[in-house]
């Protein structure tokens, strides 16, 4: 972590390294190893570096995801005090690049989805921003690292008020969702079969936090 850290920080503020980062996200991967461009790179150069490739899937999964983060980041618009602010802190205080852009690292290295890392981005750069504060950057990381992907769909709709009941739906998707804390339910309607089975219809709505989570996932305002 001693030297993932500057060079993943290195890459993330450094807008000549994030314009080549968007580069490569548009070659792809494999046009970043075969044409040697990792070097330039500080954080592509320090993955890629302890064996000279990323043949395995560990590897290139990691990169990906590093990648994929640090273009949707660069690609948000931040206001530039805030951004130099947040540089400014970084660099006076090691401690809080180990504890947040440390935190980053390790999520980014758990994901398998690119998506995850595209909405961690908007969310530390909405944190970046001081829109959000660190504890609710934490939660909306975590509920992301255990959101089904498959959900989000669902989850834009409710938030539209596209959908606003379990008949319009697969109630399963909305249990999760709810157990993500990002979804509320009131009955409905309750039903009683001649074989004494129930079946109850819910209304279902983001709460506070689906709909903050909603804001920021999906381009809204704040």
Not at 5 to 25: E, K, W
Not at 147 to 173: G, P
Not at 175 to 191: C, E, P
Request: with cysteine; hydrophobic share 40%.
């Amino acid at each position: 972590m001693d030297k993932v850290l500057p060079a993943f920080q290195t890459t993330l503020f450094d807008p000549v390294l994030s314009d080549s980062v968007i580069n490569i996200a548009e070659l792809g991967i494999d046009s970043l190893l075969d044409e040697g461009l990792f070097k330039s790179i500080p954080i592509a150069n320090l993955l890629i570096g302890f064996s000279k490739t990323a043949q395995n899937i560990h590897d290139r999964n990691l990169l990906k995801q590093t990648i994929k983060f640090i273009n949707t980041f660069n690609s948000s618009a931040i206001d530039q005090n805030k951004l130099n602010k947040y540089k400014e802190r970084l660099n006076k205080n090691p401690n809080y690049a180990e504890k947040e852009l440390g935190r980053v690292i390790i999520i980014l290295n758990t994901n398998i989805d690119l998506k995850k890392s595209d909405l961690l981005a908007k969310f530390y750069s909405t944190y970046v921003e001081e829109k959000i504060n660190w504890a609710q950057f934490c939660e909306l990381a975590d509920v992301t690292s255990r959101l089904f992907i498959a959900d989000l769909k669902l989850l834009h709709a409710v938030f539209n008020r596209e959908i606003t009941d379990t008949s319009q739906c697969e109630i399963y998707q909305i249990d999760r969702l709810i157990a993500l804390g990002l979804l509320n339910s009131t009955t409905k309607s309750m039903r009683i079969g001649s074989n004494h089975n129930s079946e109850t219809e819910r209304y279902v709505q983001t709460g506070f936090l689906g709909n903050l989570y909603c804001q920021i996932a999906f381009n809204n305002v704040l």
